[in-house]
T-cell receptor
Framework: AQTVTQSQPEMSVQEAETVTLSCTYDTSENNYYLFWYKQPPSRQMILVIRQEAYKQQNATENRFSVNFQKAAKSFSLKISDSQLGDTAMYFCACAELTGNQFYFGTGTSLTVIP | NAGVTQTPKFRVLKTGQSMTLLCAQDMNHEYMYWYRQDPGMGLRLIHYSVGEGTTAKGEVPDGYNVSRLKKQNFLLGLESAAPSQTSVYFC??????????FGPGTRLTVT
């Protein structure tokens, strides 16, 4: 079974600054996908960014980018120009193509300070 | 296009009562999932389905049953609720190698 580890239960960042959330995972599969989801106080899970393991180029989505280190099994999320609306719980997830099961980390609670 | 919907949004049960949570998706996805979310534990997979008529156990299946009689619906049943099942329940759906789309969640309290 896969495991996904987020070692930072809570983080904070000043508005307009940059913050990096860490995630490591463990899988024996060669084909898998990685995701970061955001869960604001509304409780709705929202996809932030996605990375295919076979792609070497790091994914970016506007202010959000990842640092994907396949050999180290590391998948960190960088949020640039942090905004108050970024305050949320962030979950890292890994999905194997075999069975299409998703494995989630325990989350990092991010607070953006005005 | 409603995406993934869950019914009900809130429920309070007494210990020993039963209930069914309904998940519906209109995206023609093959895969559907039920998770529970507890503080400090992230999302844990209860059961999942890889297609109509099929179900499989996830990480924490005890005390729950599921059915997928129609492709668009995935039902989660609690036959005899226990306080340990107090949680927020999320349904999700996806296609192979796609992102998961989540419902809004159901907050269940068992007293």
């Amino acid at each position: 079974a896969q495991t996904v580890t987020q070692s930072q239960p809570e983080m904070s960042v000043q508005e307009a600054e940059t913050v990096t959330l860490s995630c490591t995972y463990d899988t024996s599969e060669n084909n898998y996908y990685l995701f970061w989801y955001k869960q604001p106080p509304s409780r709705q899970m929202i996809l932030v960014i996605r990375q295919e393991a076979y792609k070497q180029q790091n994914a970016t989505e506007n202010r959000f980018s990842v640092n994907f280190q396949k050999a180290a099994k590391s998948f960190s999320l960088k949020i640039s120009d942090s905004q108050l609306g970024d305050t949320a719980m962030y979950f890292c997830a890994c999905a194997e193509l075999t069975g299409n099961q998703f494995y989630f980390g325990t989350g990092t609670s991010l607070t953006v300070i005005p | 296009n409603a995406g993934v919907t869950q019914t009900p949004k809130f429920r309070v049960l007494k210990t020993g009562q039963s209930m069914t949570l309904l998940c519906a998706q209109d995206m023609n996805h093959e895969y559907m999932y039920w998770y529970r979310q507890d503080p400090g534990m992230g999302l844990r997979l209860i059961h999942y389905s890889v297609g109509e008529g099929t179900t499989a156990k996830g990480e924490v299946p005890d005390g729950y049953n599921v059915s997928r009689l129609k492709k668009q619906n995935f039902l989660l049943g609690l036959e005899s609720a226990a306080p340990s099942q107090t949680s927020v329940y999320f349904c999700a759906s996806t296609q192979l190698a796609g992102e998961q789309y989540f419902g809004p969640g159901t907050r269940l309290t068992v007293t």
